[in-house]
Nanobody, 118 residues
Framework: QMQLVESGGGLVQVGGSLRLSCAAS????????MGWRRQAAGKQRELVAT???????NYADSVKGRFTISRDNAKNTVFLQMNSLKPEDTAVYYC????????????WGQGTQVTVSS
């Protein structure tokens, strides 16, 4: 059974850092593209970072230079390192798994809340 479980969210002050983790099971993780999407209250969903099965990464302009996505295939885990956090980063962050090129998504996690306080 496919499962994505996020962790690492929480409350942080402006300028702080958080590291999100997403543990995957039930898929061939090394062959999957992975990504992180966020949903803030009253705003559209935003795909913030993706990583292909080969390790190529892509970022939304809103997080470029501040967020880093990475993966550990030995642990079936994808990470999102978030630095220099801003209030507008406050959202529920969801992990996603899909095709190798990280352009289509088949599975989503349950989400983890990130709140940046000013």
């Amino acid at each position: 059974q496919m499962q994505l479980v996020e962790s690492g969210g929480g409350l942080v002050q402006v300028g702080g850092s958080l590291r999100l983790s997403c543990a995957a099971s039930g898929i061939i993780f090394s062959a999957a593209g992975m990504g992180w999407r966020r949903q803030a209250a009253g705003k559209q969903r935003e795909l913030v970072a993706t990583i292909t099965s080969g390790g190529s990464t892509n970022y939304a302009d809103s997080v470029k230079g501040r967020f880093t996505i990475s993966r550990d295939n030995a642990k079936n885990t994808v990470f999102l390192q978030m630095n220099s956090l801003k209030p507008e980063d406050t959202a529920v962050y969801y992990c996603a798994a899909g095709g190798a090129l990280a352009r289509s998504w088949s599975y989503w996690g349950q989400g983890t809340q990130v709140t940046v306080s000013s």
